[in-house]
């Protein structure tokens, strides 16, 4: 499936945010993200990690283009096809697990339907309704929904928040397998070090609000190649980063 | 089975009252039933109810169209709310008489102005109701269906109209018996036939066993029509709710 690999480096998304802010309920403004630029290939994933409410959400609802209201500019190459995993599920109640897969993708033949949903461990649930699944299955239904649709760009919102370790490991395993067959640009905002260090290839640590790039960690080994031992030095790496960057920007 | 007995009930205390009342002001349940077997045996009744019940849907598919995008409209946009509330407030309170009578003044005593005049009454009913449903709509899945990029058809009949479900829902009920009930007052002051057109001749006879046998037919038929059509029609929109894990 890696046939849509391009010959050159296509830029995939260019960022370049100068300075986004939301009307403070006391009157004025408050800047939630500053500087932010940053460009993404194809088939490239990268990591946004940083503090809860610096503003990670506010940064991919200006690349989903759901927020006009910054300053600076997003460039997405032509044509672009989008798919977004939201921090919730955001199925529609009335539709089953396929209906709602199908609603994004109607161009979709039943065979790949079928691979998909069975690579995600769906297929037992196709006729059920969001309200019969749990959260984690809804969450991979979600998952599904963005595949589906082969996206250009992919933009994860903490994928796999508040899931039990072993159920986040598996889906994780699973994202990671989906994300090399279909060479997919993906976007992660995430907590989780152990969730960085297994799926992205650069890592942009971001401050506190205002948020802005404290520093960018690229992961050299190739996603595939990494061994345990490798992520958990990735890991403490950076989380050692983020402890050296943190403390001087708390007030 | 409540309900049979309930039922049972009601014709019971029914007929003890017509004993009481006697025949010229409560005519018995059983003298109403021959009434309406005899007016059914001529045709009669299936004509006058068929007339009434064909003006009651054209307005009440009118009233609910209308209302259902006007209400939708004044919910998502903050101007037309603004341009349409006035206009509303006005309508509400309005009375139906009035309507009606200035619908007779100003079109004639024709199917069209009475008709519209039935509309006209519903039609501010269906907008507050549809109006609240379009401003409870979740901009979450307003914002999955814009990420996605569906089109604009798409997201109306897969995304925005199911949330809108219940709230039609609800308008259509009340709308069904206020429509029937406003129909027979404009077939009483300018239409030639129907229910509300007999019953006014009934009353000038002070013929009560009449007046009786054609508004239960009606009863009979409207509560036809929400078990065979309403009810099943909310149950598949409802499907999905009921097996909520």
């Not at chain 1, 984690?136 to 899931?163: N, T």
């Not at chain 2, 005049?117 to 907008?127: F, G, M, Q, R, W």
């Not at chain 2, 009340?174 to 007052?185: A, D, E, Q, R, Y």
Request: with cysteine; aromatic share 6%.
């Amino acid at each position: 499936m890696n046939d849509a690999r391009p010959a050159g480096e296509a830029k995939q998304l260019e960022v370049h945010i100068e300075r986004k802010a939301f009307a403070a309920a006391s009157g004025g403004r408050l800047d939630v993200l500053r500087d932010i630029a940053f460009t993404l290939k194809r088939g490239e994933v990268a990591a946004f990690v940083g503090p809860s409410g610096c503003g990670k959400t506010t940064l991919l609802r200006i690349i989903a283009d759901l927020d006009k209201d910054f300053e600076g500019n997003v460039r997405r190459a032509d044509s672009i096809s989008l798919a977004m995993v939201f921090q919730e599920p955001r199925l529609l109640p009335w539709r089953t697990v396929e209906q709602n897969v199908r609603l994004v993708a109607p161009d979709l033949s039943n065979q790949a339907l079928a691979s998909l949903l069975k690579e995600l461990d769906l297929d037992a649930h196709r006729r059920h309704f969001p309200a019969e699944l749990s959260l984690g299955l809804a969450r991979r239904v979600s998952l599904a929904r963005a595949l589906a649709v082969k996206p250009d760009l992919l933009l994860l919102d903490e994928p796999f928040v508040s899931l039990d370790q072993a159920l986040a490991a598996r889906l994780r395993m699973q994202l990671s397998r989906l994300m090399r067959d279909l060479y997919l640009t993906t976007l992660l905002v995430s907590h989780d070090l152990e969730e960085v260090a297994r799926l992205a290839d650069r890592v942009f640590l971001l401050s506190p609000r205002p948020a802005r790039i404290i520093a960018e960690i690229p992961l050299a080994t190739p996603r595939d190649a990494r061994s345990d031992r490798e992520i958990v030095t990735m890991r403490t790496e950076v989380a050692k980063q983020i402890a050296e960057f943190a403390p001087p920007l708390i007030p | 089975m409540v309900r049979l007995v309930s039922l049972i009930l009601f014709f019971a205390i029914w007929w003890l009252a017509s004993l009481f009342a006697g025949p010229q002001m409560l005519p018995g349940p059983e003298k109403v039933m021959a009434v309406i077997i005899a007016q059914a045996r001529t045709g009669e009744l299936f004509f006058q109810v068929g007339v009434t019940l064909a003006r009651v849907f054209v307005a009440f598919t009118l009233a609910m169209v209308g209302g259902t995008a006007l209400g939708f409209l004044m919910g998502r946009s903050k101007l037309a709310d603004s341009i349409g509330d006035p206009w509303l407030i006005v309508l509400l309170n309005l009375p139906a008489l009035v309507i009606i009578v200035l619908a007779f003044i100003w079109g004639g005593l024709t199917e069209v102005a009475g008709v519209l005049a039935v509309a006209i009454n519903k039609l501010p009913n269906t907008i507050v109701t549809v109006r609240e449903g379009a401003r409870s709509l979740d901009p979450r899945l307003d914002e999955m269906a814009k990420v996605y990029g569906l089109p604009r058809w798409k997201s109306l009949r897969h995304v925005i109209l199911p949330q809108l479900a219940p709230y039609i829902a609800a308008a259509a009920r009340s709308g069904l018996s206020l429509v029937w009930k406003i129909v027979l007052i404009v077939e009483l002051l300018g239409r030639p036939n129907g229910v509300g057109f007999e019953i006014g001749t009934a009353f000038q006879l002070f013929d009560v066993t009449r007046i009786l046998a054609y508004a239960l037919a009606f009863v009979i038929v409207i509560l036809a029509i929400e078990t065979v059509v309403v009810q099943p029609i909310e149950r598949r929109a409802s499907r999905w709710r009921s097996k909520a894990a």
